[in-house]
């Protein structure tokens, strides 16, 4: 883990939705890297202060109660003291910029992004040829076009003079455990075409996008491998072979793209927590 100098050791971060899947990875590896972290719940939480504190000490977690990213003075006091802002939350990215902006003390800043914004899987073709297309094509919603919208407020803040923000936009997906809820859909609609991801791996490249001094004003793509129906039912047969799960009826084939830049963050994974694959 060397080079992971663009903070200050000891230097606290906000991490948004702290409770969240991918956001306590996060925390726990930027926890285990010797930095001070401050987590945005909706409610107070106080089992995840607990967990950390057992698990790091005192001091060194702390969360912070915002029932949402819509009131400027709230944002505006957990920024207080920060060095470093990953936002997990895919929402409300411009009043967190807004925040992050007045506040000089925030040098690095890393958003997430859902895979889907890049590549829609397609069954045994490129599904990223679609993705295209849908973002040409003049019917297609709004907020499905999210990967132009980002791309248009990246350049606006940049242009508003934050050279030392950093906008790292991950495209990821991330599957170490599927929660109840998540299997449940699966399982009835059976028309699950996904992208699969360590959670792990996925906390670790945050963490490499937060500290790295070179890596900055990039997108990272986190794409470990494609993923269909027939993989989670297997998988969830070997976890329950008690349980009798019906054969999946849709997407026995797998998405063909061919995505190039994943190879750069297992390259990431590799130099700076020396780590293959």
Known sequence: MSNLTGLPTGSCILVTGANG?????VINTLLQLEYRVRGTVRTAKP??????????????FESFVLPDFENPKMLDNCMNGIAGVVHTVVRAVENVLEAVYR???VKR????????????????QKGNEAAVKAVRNSNTKPNEKVIVLLR??????????????ILV??????????????????LNCF???????????????????LLVPNVRLQRIFVFAGPLNMTDIISTLREL????????PKLNKGRDLTDVTLAAKAEKLLEEFFGQKG
């Open 47 to 60: 089992w995840l202060d607990a967990f950390f504190e057992n698990k790091f000490g005192r001091g060194v």
């Open 103 to 105: 506040y000089p003390s």
């Open 152 to 165: 248009l407020l990246a350049n606006k803040w940049l242009r508003n003079g934050l050279e030392g923000i």
């Open 240 to 247: 329950r072979p008690d349980y009798n799960f019906d054969d």
């Open 169 to 186: 936009l991950y495209l990821i997906r991330s599957f170490r455990t599927l929660t109840g809820g998540r299997i449940s859909k699966m």
């Open 21 to 25: 899947f991918i956001a306590s990875y």
């Open 109 to 124: 800043f890393v958003m997430i992004l859902s895979s889907a914004a890049a590549l829609i899987p397609a069954i045994n």
């Open 191 to 209: 028309n699950v075409l996904e992208y699969y991801v360590d959670v792990t791996d996925t906390a670790r490249l945050y963490a490499i996008a």
